[in-house]
């Protein structure tokens, strides 16, 4: 078992950047791919961005894609979101996701491993 814990959330301006954190343990972390999800009040969640366990890949969704950067570094057991230019519409709660395989892919039930999540606000 891997366990994920998030932090690096809080509250910003619109066009204001974050970054967010997720620390592993318990596994080796480079065994992993692994994941982002939002999910916002009243709202289902939301795949955001996904990363091979080497790193080497990646995929976005379209509403983040070209604001939003995912990364790890499995020597620190950690993966990354760096989120920029954030709109009111990126409000949410993140989580970080992991699974045993090379590629996860962008559907939730494809990963078995979560963290408790950070709220991310967007505000003026």
């Known amino acids: 078992q891997v366990q994920l814990v998030e932090s690096g959330g809080g509250l910003v301006q619109p066009g204001g950047s974050l970054r967010l954190s997720c620390a592993a343990s318990g596994r080796t972390f480079s065994n992993y791919a692994a994941a982002w999800f939002r999910q916002a009040p009243g709202k289902e969640r939301e795949f955001v961005a996904a990363?091979?366990?080497?790193?080497?890949?990646?995929f976005y969704a379209e509403s983040v894609k070209g604001r939003f950067t995912i990364s790890r570094d499995n020597n620190k057991n950690t993966l990354y979101l760096q989120m920029n230019n954030l709109k009111p519409d990126d409000t949410a709660v993140y989580s970080c996701a992991a699974v045993a395989l090379n590629w996860g892919g962008s559907h939730d039930t494809e990963y078995d491993h979560w963290g408790q999540g950070t709220q991310v606000t967007v505000s003026s």
């Open positions: 990363i091979r366990r080497g790193g080497e890949d990646t």
